[in-house]
């Protein structure tokens, strides 16, 4: 009862902070869960809280009679009164979320007529109709979540931030063409969905330095969270996407996507590798470009409970009753017939080391083993971690070195994998971490050594060979130490993201000094007095004139600042949908030659 009241309060405040300026009074309680869920009512034609087959076939009729001005679309105004603000209530009706697929907020001509097979998606259990919890609104945040009684009001007010922003205009304390100081070249962004589908933008941007969206590459697929998209040189647009619907991919944890494409200027898609099996495997987060045009791109590998106590793994499976390790997969392109071959595959499986079943071959000490990894490390079994061992988030290639880094999160470390095997190679010692860092208990170490809380965007730095990380201190206690009951509570309570530039114990033929110390040679907010909160996403980017551009992913907040911490752009996105990471583009970039 608690937890569901904790959920109701914090969609309450939610409701009222979303509520317009210019409004006298919000709704009541009463009138906001009337009023959003008008469609979902006029669907249950009698009233018995189910959709039934004849109702869901139904769909597309009785929507079309709730069409008052003609137009063949339903505006806000005839699906809930048009008074309030529907990203945050009215998109809570999953019902509602599922028909507006574009979230868009209208319910166009083309979704009435789809509605009956979209409203089929909620259909948990395939019987032919809606009932319980295929129809609930999604739940609020429990108290479980967070591991200590949390404080309802200060999350509320944190969730309500994720949205409060302008979608028609840049706005901030320093928007675009206000600093001179500010790198001269295009932002580029590529937008997804928000887990709850309350936003929707799959498309990428440029804008220019006077905050003006000079070009937009759409997508016609969906963009679950943690898509990734690049410009390449050659002027192809490289992302992710999929093409399974998002309930179909919740079977996954957050991220998986299944789908690379290479997208001209004009939109056209030119080549696409399709690597999604239900309840298998599925590409998700992010890739990486060789430099003879191959990609190396991240795989969740779905293992059933039987599949991962072979291992050696000892712990609870996700919701669906999946384990989930990671996979990484080169891809050769055949731009002139389509698809692709998988010509190398790196698999964490291989290189796994266990200390709780001598009977299974990979058995052996933690701490003396380290260049392996323990899936019984005690990672966090809440929220969408469950079942999930390791969730890497970025990767990145090395071509002085032949080498990838591999962000996981869960583990709070960067891996630093040799490419320079076959995948034979690849299966034995070649494969094992050729370095890791950021968190040295996931090998029996010290918890007060733990520097990387929830990181993404580890990449290396070309120019100089550092590694940069976005440190989003997710699990980063109020006291700035490792805790894991803190998932994403630690921002709330006066804990901090920072980006740390990092030189790497490496030396010039790519060999890694495990004895020497990584030094920090440039961080921003490391003391969290700059005031930067990032729970999940995000990333860090250095500029060619020394300057570092961020965004956090949360309320789309960009931020650029030179290379001694004083800011040169601080604005929000007009765009909705959550940017994973952004980048800076100069004017004279190959990939830009002769397009703008």
């Given at each position: 009862?608690?937890?569901?009241?904790?959920?109701?309060?914090?969609?309450?405040?939610?409701?009222?902070?979303?509520?317009?300026?210019?409004?006298?009074?919000?709704?009541?309680?009463?009138?906001?869960?009337?009023?959003?869920?008008?469609?979902?009512?006029?669907?249950?034609?009698?009233?018995?809280?189910?959709?039934?087959?004849?109702?869901?076939?139904?769909?597309?009729?009785?929507?079309?009679?709730?069409?008052?001005?003609?137009?063949?679309?339903?505006?806000?105004?005839?699906?809930?009164?048009?008074?309030?603000?529907?990203?945050?209530?009215?998109?809570?009706?999953?019902?509602?979320?599922?028909?507006?697929?574009?979230?868009?907020?209208?319910?166009?001509?083309?979704?009435?007529?789809?509605?009956?097979?979209?409203?089929?998606?909620?259909?948990?259990?395939?019987?032919?109709?809606?009932?319980?919890?295929?129809?609930?609104?999604?739940?609020?945040?429990?108290?479980?979540?967070?591991?200590?009684?949390?404080?309802?009001?200060?999350?509320?007010?944190?969730?309500?931030?994720?949205?409060?922003?302008?979608?028609?205009?840049?706005?901030?304390?320093?928007?675009?063409?206000?600093?001179?100081?500010?790198?001269?070249?295009?932002?580029?962004?590529?937008?997804?969905?928000?887990?709850?589908?309350?936003?929707?933008?799959?498309?990428?941007?440029?804008?220019?330095?006077?905050?003006?969206?000079?070009?937009?590459?759409?997508?016609?697929?969906?963009?679950?969270?943690?898509?990734?998209?690049?410009?390449?040189?050659?002027?192809?647009?490289?992302?992710?996407?999929?093409?399974?619907?998002?309930?179909?991919?919740?079977?996954?944890?957050?991220?998986?996507?299944?789908?690379?494409?290479?997208?001209?200027?004009?939109?056209?898609?030119?080549?696409?590798?399709?690597?999604?099996?239900?309840?298998?495997?599925?590409?998700?987060?992010?890739?990486?470009?060789?430099?003879?045009?191959?990609?190396?791109?991240?795989?969740?590998?779905?293992?059933?409970?039987?599949?991962?106590?072979?291992?050696?793994?000892?712990?609870?499976?996700?919701?669906?009753?999946?384990?989930?390790?990671?996979?990484?997969?080169?891809?050769?392109?055949?731009?002139?017939?389509?698809?692709?071959?998988?010509?190398?595959?790196?698999?964490?499986?291989?290189?796994?080391?266990?200390?709780?079943?001598?009977?299974?071959?990979?058995?052996?000490?933690?701490?003396?083993?380290?260049?392996?990894?323990?899936?019984?490390?005690?990672?966090?079994?809440?929220?969408?971690?469950?079942?999930?061992?390791?969730?890497?988030?970025?990767?990145?290639?090395?071509?002085?070195?032949?080498?990838?880094?591999?962000?996981?999160?869960?583990?709070?470390?960067?891996?630093?994998?040799?490419?320079?095997?076959?995948?034979?190679?690849?299966?034995?010692?070649?494969?094992?971490?050729?370095?890791?860092?950021?968190?040295?208990?996931?090998?029996?170490?010290?918890?007060?050594?733990?520097?990387?809380?929830?990181?993404?965007?580890?990449?290396?730095?070309?120019?100089?060979?550092?590694?940069?990380?976005?440190?989003?201190g997710g699990l980063r206690g109020p006291d700035g130490k490792y805790n894991p009951g803190e998932l994403f509570m630690g921002v709330l309570d006066g804990?901090?993201?920072?980006?740390?530039?990092?030189?790497?114990?490496?030396?010039?033929?790519?060999?890694?000094?495990?004895?020497?110390?990584?030094?920090?040679?440039?961080?921003?907010?490391?003391?969290?007095?700059?005031?930067?909160?990032?729970?999940?996403?995000?990333?860090?980017?250095?500029?060619?004139?020394?300057?570092?551009?961020?965004?956090?992913?949360?309320?789309?907040?960009?931020?650029?600042?030179?290379?001694?911490?004083?800011?040169?752009?601080?604005?929000?996105?007009?765009?909705?949908?959550?940017?994973?990471?952004?980048?800076?583009?100069?004017?004279?970039?190959?990939?830009?030659?002769?397009?703008?």
């Amino acid at each position: 009862m608690k937890t569901r009241l904790a959920a109701a309060s914090i969609a309450l405040a939610l409701a009222v902070t979303s509520f317009p300026a210019d409004a006298q009074q919000p709704p009541s309680r009463q009138e906001i869960a009337k009023r959003s869920s008008t469609v979902q009512r006029a669907l249950d034609t009698n009233g018995d809280r189910v959709l039934s087959a004849d109702e869901i076939a139904a769909a597309p009729a009785v929507l079309a009679t709730l069409d008052k001005d003609g137009n063949g679309a339903l505006t806000p105004d005839e699906t809930h009164g048009g008074r309030f603000r529907i990203w945050d209530i009215v998109r809570g009706n999953w019902v509602f979320n599922v028909i507006d697929d574009d979230a868009d907020i209208t319910i166009s001509a083309a979704e009435i007529a789809a509605a009956h097979q979209r409203l089929a998606h909620l259909d948990d259990n395939r019987d032919g109709q809606l009932t319980g919890k295929e129809l609930a609104r999604p739940p609020g945040p429990p108290p479980a979540f967070f591991g200590r009684p949390p404080d309802h009001r200060k999350i509320a007010r944190f969730i309500a931030s994720f949205r409060m922003r302008d979608y028609n205009e840049v706005k901030g304390p320093v928007v675009p063409g206000a600093d001179d100081r500010a790198y001269d070249g295009y932002l580029f962004f590529h937008g997804s969905y928000d887990n709850g589908r309350r936003q929707a933008q799959p498309n990428a941007y440029l804008m220019d330095t006077a905050g003006k969206f000079v070009h937009v590459w759409t997508n016609e697929r969906y963009a679950p969270e943690g898509v990734s998209a690049y410009l390449l040189e050659n002027g192809l647009l490289a992302r992710t996407t999929a093409k399974l619907h998002w309930r179909a991919l919740r079977d996954f944890p957050v991220g998986a996507n299944g789908v690379l494409e290479l997208v001209d200027w004009d939109s056209k898609v030119l080549w696409e590798f399709e690597y999604c099996e239900l309840r298998k495997y599925c590409l998700h987060h992010d890739f990486t470009v060789l430099p003879n045009g191959n990609i190396v791109a991240i795989v969740y590998d779905a293992n059933t409970v039987a599949e991962a106590t072979a291992f050696g793994w000892k712990g609870k499976p996700s919701r669906s009753g999946l384990v989930f390790t990671e996979r990484l997969i080169e891809i050769a392109p055949d731009l002139n017939s389509g698809g692709g071959k998988i010509v190398w595959e790196w698999d964490s499986r291989d290189h796994l080391v266990q200390d709780v079943d001598a009977t299974k071959p990979n058995y052996g000490s933690v701490s003396e083993k380290k260049r392996r990894i323990d899936p019984n490390y005690d990672r966090i079994d809440r929220l969408f971690v469950n079942g999930q061992l390791f969730h890497a988030n970025s990767i990145d290639y090395n071509a002085a070195h032949k080498q990838l880094v591999v962000s996981s999160a869960t583990f709070g470390e960067i891996w630093v994998i040799d490419h320079d095997t076959t995948t034979e190679e690849a299966k034995g010692p070649a494969g094992d971490l050729l370095y890791r860092w950021g968190s040295p208990r996931t090998y029996g170490g010290p918890d007060d050594e733990t520097v990387l809380f929830w990181q993404h965007d580890a990449y290396w730095i070309p120019e100089t060979g550092e590694l940069q990380i976005f440190n989003n201190g997710g699990l980063r206690g109020p006291d700035g130490k490792y805790n894991p009951g803190e998932l994403f509570m630690g921002v709330l309570d006066g804990s901090y993201s920072d980006v740390l530039r990092l030189k790497m114990p490496v030396d010039a033929s790519g060999n890694w000094d495990w004895s020497k110390d990584v030094e920090v040679t440039w961080s921003y907010n490391s003391d969290g007095s700059k005031g930067m909160k990032a729970p999940f996403m995000s990333g860090a980017r250095k500029l060619p004139n020394g300057n570092v551009l961020m965004v956090q992913a949360q309320n789309n907040r960009v931020l650029e600042v030179t290379d001694g911490g004083e800011t040169v752009l601080d604005f929000k996105m007009p765009k909705p949908g959550r940017i994973f990471r952004l980048y800076k583009y100069s004017k004279d970039y190959p990939g830009l030659a002769g397009k703008l």
